[in-house]
């Protein structure tokens, strides 16, 4: 590729990030390698985060393999919610303006959308000012979101501090945070179309599945420090929209195709004189009943309180209703 007189690299038109072959692979690659090994020189800043060993587990708890879930194609997917292009796509969109967030009016900057002011200013991230990238530049950029999700550093007179999801989520001896709910019992996959998977108990902390989904979350907005179901459970889908970012990126068929998560909560008992339609004992006498509520449960709008009182065997007036949404428990 040719520089421009200032330095600057002209790519193609519609620079989108998922379409053009090269050299924005070459870009991808750079960015994966810096979540694999850590940033050259700045490892002690930078260190190695979002590894191929973590990533591989992430892939088999959901129950997936192959090149179309590499970690390439969750940057494209991740990219491709913050921007799919560098170049091109300002206002008034020129080869030559580097696009910026519409979301805000502080500068955010291309495809890792770091505000401009964390980057370049008198009081940066010290994070980025000791890495010293330049934001200007296409892989440098794509750089700067790992750094942004993967990087640690103290703050000075000058500069604050920032340390990255991924570093705090991945980072050698890192536990998830610990589900502390008692009605938690353990979760499912289910695909976009066809019957979801079976069962899994739960453990006592988040597993790596659930570190992504909050560290995706964290680079939107901090969705809060609970564990992942219990953000699910206790947060309204319109009041947060770092749920819905991360869902987004990790589950859409249009992103990275994740399929999703359904937790299984204990809903009550059975009641223990239960009786089947001939009078006779019921088996599940006194036993718990459950009722799934997950990801795209929480997506469709729909709140935990809805799905467990559609579950339940008495509607919000007290009236028995039929239940709706119940699953089994293992």
């Known amino acids: 590729m040719e520089k421009t007189p200032t330095g600057l690299i002209t790519i193609p038109a519609s620079p989108h990030v998922d379409t053009i072959p090269s050299p924005i692979n070459e870009w991808l690659d750079a960015a994966v390698a810096v979540w694999e090994s850590g940033l050259t020189d700045h490892t002690n800043v930078v260190p190695a985060s979002y590894t191929l060993a973590a990533h591989n587990r992430v892939l088999a708890l959901a129950g997936v393999s192959g090149d179309a879930y590499s970690r390439k194609r969750l940057l494209i997917a991740w990219k491709t919610r913050e921007t799919s292009s560098h170049w091109g796509q300002g206002h008034p969109a020129t080869n030559y303006r580097m696009t910026e967030g519409g979301g805000d ?13 964390y980057r370049y200013s008198d009081n940066p991230l010290a994070l980025h000012r000791d890495v010293g990238l330049n934001y200007y530049d296409p892989e440098e950029n794509l750089k700067g979101f790992i750094i942004h999700t993967a990087g640690q550093a103290t703050g000075d007179a000058n500069s604050y501090g920032h340390t990255g999801a991924f570093y705090q989520l991945f980072d050698e001896g890192t536990l998830g945070r610990a589900y502390n709910n008692r009605e938690l019992v353990g979760y499912r996959y289910c695909p976009t179309t066809g019957a979801c998977g079976a069962v899994t108990a739960i453990g006592t902390n988040e597993d790596d599945y659930e570190k992504l989904a909050r560290g995706i979350a964290a680079y939107n907005t901090s969705p809060g420090n609970q564990s992942w179901p219990v953000i699910l459970r206790n947060t309204s889908h319109c009041t947060i929209c770092a749920v819905n970012y991360s869902i987004d990126v990790r589950n859409s068929s249009a992103k990275f195709n994740l399929p999703y998560r359904q937790y299984i909560w204990q809903g009550g008992t059975y009641p223990a004189d239960l009786t089947d339609a001939s009078g006779n004992p019921d088996p599940r ?33 007290g009236a028995p209703q039929t239940p709706i949404g119940r699953v089994n428990c293992n």
């Open 105 to 117: 009016e502080l500068g955010s900057m291309s495809y890792n959308q770091v505000w401009f002011a």
């Open 285 to 317: 006498a006194g036993q718990a009943w459950c009722f799934g509520y997950g990801e795209s449960e929480w997506l469709s709008g729909t709140t935990y309180a809805q799905a467990r009182q559609n579950a339940s065997d008495t509607n919000a007036d």
